[in-house]
């Protein structure tokens, strides 16, 4: 076999694997207020040398049909990134319901033939390779339009599974509403979860702080891989 040959066939079998679950795109969630960080842009804090943004970028893009990025101000700020950023479409600073809301009106216009949307914080560093897949077996054995992480008792509404079909449900949740809490939006739709071990680190540990970036840098000296 050509090495031409052989390529185009490992590409196409990653394609494959990947494409096990639905398609869906990932949004990375970096409209954050940033205030225990000390202000500025969170995501580009850097981790073992590389920006919080970049690691989810890497973590991710194996996972996912494509990525963008929700930020509001100055996009210009994460052009080194190649992806689309994507403002908030709700008015006044509506938590992380706004940027998901925003990532699935952009989809139905951008892509329209995706119907699953992954969002991530763009604080939490050690995110799972395995992501993506486990949340839509979870979603699919419970039956339930939507599904979210959880790593020992602690749930991770955040880390989820979104379909595009309810983005006009949110929309009317958060502006004639004036919904804000995930937990209550979730709960009237049903939501699964995919569980995962806190040892030997939680994978959805959040770098809120310079002490949790502190923390992270030991678990990444210990733990390369993570």
Not at 20 to 49: C, F, I, N, S
Not at 92 to 120: C, D, K, N, V, Y
Not at 198 to 206: G, L, M, R, S, V
């Amino acid at each position: 076999m050509s090495r031409r040959r052989a390529r185009a066939t490992g590409a196409r079998a990653r394609r494959t694997e990947r494409l096990a679950h639905p398609e869906t795109l990932g949004v990375l969630l970096a409209g954050g207020l940033a205030r225990r960080m000390g202000g500025g842009d969170k995501p580009l804090k850097t981790l073992g040398g590389v920006t919080l943004l970049d690691r989810a970028v890497a973590r991710l893009a194996p996972q996912c049909d494509g990525l963008i990025v929700n930020a509001n101000g100055d996009p210009a700020r994460f052009s080194g990134l190649g992806l689309p950023v994507v403002a908030d479409t709700v008015e006044g600073f509506a938590g992380p319901l706004a940027g998901i809301l925003a990532a699935l009106e952009w989809m139905a216009a951008h892509r329209p033939q995706t119907g699953w949307l992954l969002s991530i914080p763009t604080d939490s560093p050690f995110l799972p390779a395995d992501l993506v897949p486990r949340l839509h077996q979870a979603r699919e054995a419970a039956g339930m339009p939507l599904a979210c992480a959880r790593s020992g008792d602690q749930t991770h509404p955040v880390v989820g599974l979104w379909p595009v079909s309810l983005a006009a449900d949110l929309r009317h949740a958060l502006v004639v509403e004036d919904l804000r809490k995930i937990d209550r939006w979730t709960a009237r739709h049903g939501i699964a979860e995919a569980v995962w071990p806190t040892a030997p680190y939680d994978p959805f540990f959040n770098a809120n702080s310079p002490e949790d970036l502190a923390e992270a840098e030991t678990v990444l000296a210990r733990f390369p891989a993570a």
